[in-house]
């Protein structure tokens, strides 16, 4: 069974910083592309910044400039760092991974649980 735990959220003032960790576990052959969502209350989990497995990233308008992802793939695990937060940058973060699993042998799309933001003074 694979698990997606992210760590490193919570409460920053406006101008601040945050650096969010996903680490994959588990039964895994492979890992491709991972990636940072969010989701503030009332509206649709967005992609916020995406990693392919050669180090190629992307990221949303919104963010550009002030986040950056990284990975380790020998630790299995995804950064996103949050630099000069902004107060609509609040939202439940979550990370996304392409797994090929051993056991089953399948690859899909594992998400983890969630990690609150929150921006304010």
């Known amino acids: 069974q694979v698990q997606l735990v992210e760590s490193g959220g919570g409460l920053v003032q406006p101008g601040g910083s945050l650096r969010l960790s996903c680490s994959a576990s588990?039964?895994?052959?492979?890992?491709?592309?991972m990636g940072w969502h969010r989701q503030a209350p009332g509206k649709q989990r967005e992609l916020v910044a995406g990693i392919s497995s050669g180090g190629s990233t992307n990221y949303a308008d919104s963010v550009k400039g002030r986040f950056t992802i990284s990975r380790d793939n020998a630790k299995n695990t995804v950064y996103l760092q949050m630099n000069s937060l902004k107060p609509e940058d609040t939202a439940v973060y979550y990370c996304?991974?392409?797994?090929?699993?051993?056991?089953?042998?399948?690859?899909?799309?594992?998400w983890g649980q969630g990690t609150q933001v929150t921006v304010s003074s």
């Open positions: 588990g039964s895994m052959f492979s890992i491709y592309g």
């Open positions: 996304n991974a392409d797994i090929h699993t051993i056991v089953p042998l399948r690859r899909k799309d594992y």
